[in-house]
């Protein structure tokens, strides 16, 4: 946009695609505004436009847009409180003599969008919390996308293929804040449609398959991890525990954990004091990060490989059968603040069900963890159509 067509809009005190703020006070109104652009429940089509430094009036409130400011802005992206993660830029402009940041919210492919488990949309000038019919009316605009993998259609599975007890008890009160659970509106149908688990048309998602799933590897062919336990330092070494772990994602990552904990070793040291330190061979959090990383950010379409562990007498191989994507590529992998998703709704059911906390720093914490391990940092192995980790074994004393 340039500055006539911002000014335009700052002074437009009628628009239903404009919000000023004078500062940064209230950082979760600023959020519920986000949420309720990418919901763009009004059909503009157009982003949606936050004004921080500007008044109710659009006159200037003289607030000095620092890089800190413009920072916290871009990082409600990836902070999780939005889900799914929003589409936004954000820049520092001067329209009309008044420094301003702006923040532009592009509508989403596939609302609802909510904040804090609450849907928001623009009914005018005003912001609201979406109604019953109001979420059907976002739901249906799935219909005419071109939606990414984890949101298509799974003709041949039913209803009956979802753990309903998993669903009802566990994920959706995760998903959905209490408030809105309580008025009790919403059919189980409604609730699958709204969580993407289901295509307007009630088909099962990718999406719900493999968050809810009785058995994904049914449909999801490579929707599994194969960990193998191996005596040495090659493939062609003799294999010591093999397992197929599946199921869906809060089982699978329960099982993961498990087998992760029993095959890491532990030692117990005596220091001055004396003070008994352990020491184990590699860093949980940092195993974490890695496997978690690999099942979001491999791809589930046009393969059935699974994500597979390999850990070695000397080392860990953590293998995601999917290459960069969008705008990560070979070159800036890893790099802090370049992140991108091939799956956005999986990035979704995983904050939901707590397995990540803020997106797009999961290799920074696993370098940390090894780090302050005393593992060496991991070294990736980047290719069109798959990416390699190796996490090597702690260093000796």
Same mark, same amino acid.
């Given at each position: 946009?340039?500055?006539?067509?911002?000014?335009?809009?700052?002074?437009?005190?009628?628009?239903?695609?404009?919000?000023?703020?004078?500062?940064?006070?209230?950082?979760?109104?600023?959020?519920?505004? %986000?949420?309720?652009?990418?919901?763009?429940?009004?059909?503009?089509?157009?982003?949606?436009?936050?004004?921080?430094?500007?008044?109710? =009036?659009?006159?200037?409130?003289?607030?000095?847009?620092?890089?800190?400011?413009?920072?916290?802005?871009?990082?409600?992206?990836?902070?999780?409180?939005?889900?799914?993660?929003?589409?936004?830029?954000?820049?520092?402009?001067?329209?009309?003599?008044?420094? %301003?940041?702006?923040?532009?919210?592009?509508?989403?492919?596939?609302?609802?969008?909510?904040?804090? *488990?609450?849907? @928001?949309?623009?009914?005018? $000038?005003?912001?609201?919390?979406?109604?019953?019919?109001?979420?059907?009316?976002?739901?249906?605009?799935?219909?005419?996308?071109?939606?990414?993998?984890?949101?298509? $259609?799974?003709?041949?599975?039913?209803?009956?293929?979802?753990?309903?007890?998993?669903?009802?008890? @566990?994920?959706?009160?995760?998903?959905?804040? $209490? =408030?809105?659970? !309580? !008025?009790?509106?919403?059919?189980?149908?409604?609730?699958?449609?709204?969580?993407?688990?289901?295509?307007?048309?009630?088909?099962?998602?990718?999406?719900? %398959?493999?968050?809810?799933?009785?058995?994904?590897?049914? @449909? #999801?062919?490579?929707?599994?991890?194969?960990?193998?336990?191996?005596?040495?330092?090659?493939?062609?070494?003799?294999?010591?525990?093999?397992?197929? #772990?599946?199921?869906?994602?809060?089982?699978?990552?329960?099982?993961?954990?498990?087998?992760?904990?029993?095959?890491?070793?532990?030692?117990?040291? %005596?220091?001055? *004091?004396?003070?008994?330190?352990? +020491?184990?061979?590699?860093?949980?959090?940092?195993?974490?990060?890695?496997?978690?990383?690999?099942?979001?950010?491999?791809?589930?379409?046009?393969?059935?490989? $699974?994500?597979?562990?390999?850990?070695?007498?000397?080392?860990?191989?953590?293998?995601?059968?999917?290459?960069?994507?969008? !705008?990560?590529?070979?070159e800036n992998f890893g790099r802090p603040g370049i992140t991108d998703y091939? +799956?956005?709704?999986?990035?979704?059911?995983?904050?939901?069900?707590? @397995?990540? !906390?803020?997106?797009?720093?999961?290799?920074? #914490?696993?370098?940390?963890?090894?780090?302050?391990?005393?593992?060496?940092?991991?070294?990736?192995? #980047?290719?069109?159509?798959?990416?390699?980790?190796?996490?090597?074994?702690?260093?000796?004393?």
């Open positions: 946009m340039n500055d006539s067509e911002l000014f335009s809009l700052l002074t437009d005190l009628e628009s239903d695609r404009v919000e000023r703020k004078a500062s940064l006070s209230s950082a979760d109104r600023i959020r519920e505004a %986000i949420c309720a652009f990418a919901n763009d429940l009004p059909e503009n089509r157009k982003p949606g436009v936050i004004f921080i430094g500007a008044n109710d =009036d659009g006159s200037c409130s003289n607030l000095p847009v620092t890089d800190t400011l413009l920072l916290t802005l871009a990082g409600m992206r990836d902070d999780g409180l939005i889900q799914p993660l929003p589409s936004i830029d954000v820049q520092k402009r001067n329209i009309n003599g008044c420094e %301003i940041a702006v923040v532009r919210v592009h509508p989403s492919m596939a609302p609802p969008v909510r904040f804090k *488990g609450r849907t @928001y949309i623009r009914v005018g $000038p005003r912001r609201a919390i979406a109604t019953v019919e109001e979420e059907r009316r976002l739901a249906e605009r799935r219909r005419t996308v071109d939606l990414p993998f984890d949101l298509r $259609p799974i003709r041949s599975a039913a209803v009956d293929d979802f753990d309903m007890e998993l669903f009802e008890h @566990y994920y959706l009160p995760n998903a959905i804040a $209490p =408030d809105v659970l !309580q !008025q009790n509106e919403r059919s189980t149908e409604d609730k699958l449609k709204a969580l993407r688990f289901l295509t307007p048309d009630g088909i099962p998602t990718v999406l719900g %398959i493999l968050a809810v799933g009785k058995q994904p590897r049914d @449909y #999801i062919p490579g929707a599994y991890i194969q960990f193998l336990r191996i005596n040495g330092t090659a493939l062609i070494d003799p294999i010591q525990s093999q397992k197929e #772990i599946s199921g869906p994602l809060n089982h699978l990552f329960v099982r993961l954990d498990d087998v992760l904990e029993a095959h890491n070793n532990v030692s117990a040291s %005596i220091t001055a *004091g004396p003070v008994e330190t352990r +020491n184990s061979d590699y860093p949980l959090p940092a195993l974490h990060q890695l496997c978690r990383n690999a099942i979001l950010h491999r791809t589930y379409d046009g393969t059935t490989a $699974p994500v597979r562990i390999y850990w070695f007498s000397d080392r860990i191989e953590i293998h995601n059968p999917g290459g960069p994507f969008g !705008q990560v590529t070979k091939r +799956n956005p709704y999986l990035a979704e059911a995983m904050k939901v069900l707590g @397995y990540v !906390q803020r997106f797009g720093v999961g290799i920074q #914490i696993a370098r940390r963890e090894l780090e302050k391990n005393g593992n060496p940092l991991p070294e990736f192995n #980047i290719e069109a159509a798959n990416i390699m980790v190796n996490v090597w074994k702690r260093r000796p004393e």
